[in-house]
Nanobody, 118 residues
């Protein structure tokens, strides 16, 4: 069973930075390949939205609201995806969820809270 463990959330002032990590475990990654990895977020009272995704070969996609401020990366040996968040704004306050796609199935982390104070 795939397990995703997220870390790195917290409280930061506007203009600050945070780095989120999400490590996948629980299955044999020599048999099952992680395809896309990504981060989504749900702000209070809103639906869950895409933040950024990255394919196995490193192609990235970002929401317009985070372009130029956030950077997604992955380590295929550690089965880990990262989200470096710079120049944070109060509007970035949300629960951030890690997502991985393995054999066309989606798996989600438990979420980590990011709060940006003004």
């Amino acid at each position: 069973q795939v397990q995703l463990v997220e870390s790195g959330g917290g409280l930061v002032q506007a203009g600050g930075s945070l780095r989120l990590s999400c490590a996948a475990s629980g299955i044999s990654f020599s048999v099952f390949v992680i395809n896309a990895m990504g981060w989504y977020r749900r702000a209070p009272g809103k639906e869950r939205d895409l933040v950024a995704t990255i394919t196995r070969d490193g192609s990235t996609n970002y929401a317009d609201s985070v372009k130029g401020r956030f950077t997604i990366s992955r380590d295929n040996v550690k089965n880990t995806v990262y989200l470096q968040m710079n120049s944070l704004k109060p509007d970035d306050t949300a629960v951030y969820y890690c997502n991985v796609v393995i054999s066309r199935s989606d798996y989600w982390g438990q979420g980590t809270q990011v709060t940006v104070s003004s």
